[in-house]
């Protein structure tokens, strides 16, 4: 076994097995209870509503769609389905965690982020939680926020939470909106950035109040 100068391995072994152990933790309680209560930090950056129309961009098991649906909003979430991404995966995964949280009116479609089958303006607000990173490439990556973009309505509100990546959004958007504001978590496994743009009425010139402060 590799060990480093001057540390005997009983040592070295402890100190790996605690490192695991942790990581181990933090990962248990990510996914039973911090991702719970975090799909209504997202939301809340949203400025969800109830009878808001919502779209949630690559949902896999409906974490946040089911969460929307729950405050009221009225859902659609589209995904393409990808194993590799997300284990047990599918939308039958979604419709059984919507059952088992007592929602049944969702929308669920099968589609592409980086082609989403809406008309422009559809949507008060746009969500997406881990899912741009997984695209490969960055005119991929581009594309698929430009579409979030596209079927957001003036005065909706886009909101993509991810572990990598954010800056580019963050790039792309600027191009987009001045008005864009960005939050890190590090309650999250791993830790996340959550990049929330507004897209301006030109006609008000104004924005919705914001329910949570967030910093640039
Ligand atoms: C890590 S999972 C996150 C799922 C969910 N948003 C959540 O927070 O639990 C990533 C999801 O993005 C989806 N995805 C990846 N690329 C996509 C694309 N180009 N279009 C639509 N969905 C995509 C995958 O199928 C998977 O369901």
Redesign the pocket.
Known sequence: MVSLPGLPQSIFGLIFGLYFLAIGLWMFFYSTVIKINHRYVILSLAQAQPGERLL??????G??AIAAAKMGCKVTA?????HW??SG?GREALEKNARDEGVSSIEILD????ELPFSNESFDIVV????VH??KGAENRAR?VREMWRVLRPNGRLVISDISRTSEYVRILSTLTDDIETKRFYSTFPFSRVVVAYKKDDRSRTRPQQGTSVSK
């Open positions: 949630d961009v690559g949902t896999g098991r974490l946040l589209i995904d393409r389905w990808s991404d997300l995966n589609g592409d982020a980086r997406s939680n881990f899912v997984n695209i698929a």
